[in-house]
């Protein structure tokens, strides 16, 4: 295992300078966060920039569904989670973290962190009704990249495709930066997480897949963000044209831009083999997917073209802007200074959205009786980790179907004898020297009243209800990578071939970072030289 470069997103952030938070306090229409000394808020003082200007009642201002001004096109929207300024993200007073563990893939290569191809197998449903679904344990798992955003956090000037910007955090000069989610939805009961097959029906037997582009619309140190549009989205279902299906953008996305029922979707089989390919072009970044086992393609670029823009932190008005990456390469430090996740090229697990309602907890939030027949399923952020995905019944132990699970969402190699991803570099295809394990979970356990340090892998730290009580809930166990003959698998799968770096402590040891007298923890991520 590599070790850590002497730095962490926790430490970073503690680093923010006053004087620039007082001098950014004053914009018009915003709000401010807490001093540095105490639990720190954003967007808990709502008042609508948006003078003069009507927004509809749903769309796309902000991922989180939280505005003051706007609901949500969708429920089921996922976001990044931002760190907060010290891993700790509250949007119009709610806390948004949730827990999405990563594999990062990191090369000093020129062209290495703009230009990336993944090969991997769209996951299958259990070969049984009663299995385990996929949707059950992922909402969604996708494929990232930091791009340019001049009007995202810390509103700076980025350079595209240009590793002169920095993303560390610690300075107002960090580049404007976006986070480029690639989210793959399986199909799911009336395509409630994704799509159904058509426009005249609920029936829901394929994958899609959709470009989203999170940013946030925060100064630096998050002492000012707007309660309006704190974290907008742009978003666009990958189609066979690679026109959209409707606006993409925060200020003119629709019910229809996330319905996914239209007949231009670009949708997929279970159990197809996927190339997927994301990379700049002179209109904006492209993002396409090939079935190799059908010999379809589908695509869309963040373009000017199809709608795409970028956020006004004052007025949340937008501007039609095309989204570049950030940076040339997928160096160590080449990182969204936002993200609690050092997010740059890299794949994620969307996890703990989902268990089965029992009446005893806060977090029974988002809930339906319509997923599992019988049963009241909940789907919004889970705190006390008692719900599927944090049973190691609940994931697969091997890569295909079961009778009692779904597939494993997996990465399969493109460059022999390399994990992960391939990219362009000086004209040749070559693959990735490092890779990183992470999690943010350790934000997630830390931040509702009354609970105690927490480290996942001390699990008798880990059992407390949201009401306040302290109970066995969490079973120890904890969703893990690992890897045999080149390819890397998510969930539990294990066996004498399979490396799971020792599964939970594959992420790395956790870093306690204090405010005041509280404890708060974030994992600093593992790194390992890339060779299978």
């Not at 808020?41 to 989180?64: E, I, M, R, Y």
């Amino acid at each position: 295992m590599i070790s850590k470069k002497g730095w962490n997103r926790a430490t970073a952030a503690a680093v923010a300078t006053i004087g620039v938070m007082m001098v950014l306090g004053f914009l018009p229409g915003l709000s401010a966060g807490t001093s540095p000394g105490s639990l720190p808020t954003t967007s808990n003082a709502p008042s609508s920039p948006a003078v003069g200007h009507q927004f509809p009642a749903k769309g796309g201002l902000d991922c989180n569904g939280d505005s003051a001004i706007q609901a949500p096109t969708r429920l089921t929207l996922q976001c990044i989670d931002p760190t907060g300024p010290w891993g700790y993200f509250t949007d119009n007073g709610k806390y948004v973290g949730h827990d999405e563990p990563n594999i990062r893939f990191i090369s000093s290569a020129p062209g290495s962190g703009n230009n990336s191809q993944f090969l991997f197998t769209l996951p299958q449903p259990p070969t049984t009704s009663n299995g385990v679904q996929i949707w059950e344990n992922t909402i969604t798992f996708w494929f990232g990249m930091a791009l340019c955003d001049n009007n995202s956090f810390p509103q700076h000037v980025c350079i595209n495709d240009s590793d002169l910007n920095t993303g560390l955090g610690t300075s107002p000069n960090d580049a404007g930066s976006a986070v480029l989610e690639v989210q793959f939805y399986a199909p799911s009961p009336d395509g409630f997480f994704g799509c159904t097959d058509g426009p005249h029906t609920l029936t829901s037997t394929h994958w899609c897949a959709a470009l989203n582009i999170d940013s946030l619309e925060c100064t630096f140190d998050y002492s000012v963000c707007n309660p309006s549009c704190t974290e907008p989205v742009n978003f666009a279902f990958l189609t066979k044209t690679g026109v959209p299906v409707a606006p993409p953008s925060p200020q003119l996305s629709n019910i229809n831009t996330t319905i996914g029922n239209q007949t231009p979707i670009f949708r997929m089989s279970p159990g197809d083999q996927i190339l997927f390919s994301m990379h700049d072009t002179k209109q904006g970044l492209f993002t396409g997917v090939l079935d190799k086992t059908t010999g379809k393609s589908g695509f869309m670029v963040a373009s000017v073209a199809n709608g795409f823009m970028n956020t006004n932190i004052n007025t949340c008005k937008g501007t039609l802007y095309a989204f570049h990456p950030e940076y040339s390469s997928a160096a160590v430090a080449n990182i969204v200074p936002w993200a609690a996740l050092q997010l740059g090229v890299s794949m994620d697990v969307e996890t703990g959205h989902f268990e089965f309602a029992d009446h005893a907890d806060t977090d029974d939030l988002g809930c339906f009786s319509f997923l599992v027949p019988g049963k009241t399923s909940c789907i919004f952020e889970e705190f006390d980790y008692d719900g599927i995905p944090y049973h190691p019944h609940g994931w697969a132990t091997v890569l295909g179907p079961t009778k009692g699970h779904a597939g494993a969402v997996n990465i399969q190699e493109l460059v022999k004898g390399m994990l992960g991803p391939s990219t362009q570099s000086n004209g040749q295809t070559i693959g990735y020297s490092i890779f990183e394990l992470e999690t943010d979970t350790g934000f997630t356990l830390n931040r509702q009243p009354n609970f105690p340090p927490c480290n996942i892998l001390d699990p008798t730290q880990c059992s407390v209800d949201l009401i306040g009580t302290f109970i066995p809930t969490y079973t120890g166990f904890y969703p893990f990578f690992s890897t045999h003959a080149c390819t890397v698998a998510f969930g539990n799968v294990a066996g004498p071939l399979w490396n799971t770096y020792g599964k939970d402590a594959g992420y790395g040891a956790l870093q306690p970072s204090y405010i005041g007298t509280t404890t708060v923890w974030g994992t600093n991520g593992a790194y390992y030289p890339n060779s299978c």
